[in-house]
DNA sequence: TGTTATTATTTCAACATTGAAATATACGAT
DNA sequence: ATCGTATATTTCAATGTTGAAATAATAACA
């Protein structure tokens, strides 16, 4: 139980700030794919759904953007989502760089079937905040993701 | 631009919460990688190092409990710092079954090096947030996290 | 003591993730 | 129109991640 780390109280705050911040996120998303949130597909699956479904088709680069990740991990989780039937791809003719995703008409109905279960499940999670304390929380969040500039 | 969610204001604002933390989470991470927080190690690996550095010789089955991973991912990340030579494996002579992962010499320098660089990152971070939101974060954050039980 | 159940680790297939290199297309300046 | 630069996607190797099956060792108990 050495603990070797001694900081100043700023540092100590700041560390268990975010050890406790990852531990959260980290858990809450075991425990909403433990359940039926992503009704069978992944976590990186659902999101792609869940953007087309909200935003209209998107190119890879826009996925890549929305959702935080690399534009050769977009390749995969798309090729997959091809594979299933869910999503289509087509080159944009305006340019044909891009290459547009659209919803199919079984990928409209799994995300229209599967995010309000979604939604429950997290409204679910989040009960044990009160609506004050959920607010706090995403102002604090939103201050934080863009810490960055 | 079309919206298909029409949700109850509960929903909507757990719903926020839940992005907003997502996000934050994520952008939070990729920033302290794309910095020197990690020295060349992945984000596991130093997790790896960093347990053992405050908590001593841990078996694999410890490490996957408190790095919230599976226990082949942590055969997996543990044979490569073993690759490494940053830890050294050896069965447990009390009980068999388990598998002791200790800091070698070149593991423990490795780790003291970059631990106080790692929470430097982290404080310049999380710098944006007063000492009192960085502790009402923590704590909304410890609700959070321990929400499924 | 055998038998059975439990626990710890490894192995494996499938998918995720990144970053870099390769390819293809578009755009800007001359 | 051409050349050079910038952008979008794909490909690939390395690592991470999970869950399930296989192995091995321990523990419980009749």
Do not use: W
């Amino acid at each position: 139980m050495t603990v070797h780390y001694q900081g100043t109280p700023e540092a100590l705050q700041a560390l268990d700030a975010y050890v406790k911040l990852s531990r959260a996120v980290n858990a809450l998303e075991a425990r909403l794919s433990e359940r039926h949130a992503y009704g069978g597909l992944t976590a990186s699956q659902f999101g792609v759904l869940e953007a087309l479904y909200h935003l209209g088709p998107l190119c890879q680069g826009e996925l890549s953007a929305k959702l935080l990740k690399s534009g050769g991990n977009l390749t995969l989780v798309v090729d997959n989502l091809v594979r299933l039937g869910l999503v289509e791809r087509e080159r944009d003719t305006g340019d044909r760089r891009r290459v547009m995703v659209t919803l199919t008409e079984a990928g409209r109905e799994r995300i229209t079937e599967l995010f309000p279960l979604h939604v429950q499940d997290i409204v679910t999670e989040f009960s044990v905040l009160s609506p004050e304390e959920q607010a706090t929380l995403a102002s604090l969040c939103r201050k934080l993701g863009k810490a960055g500039q």
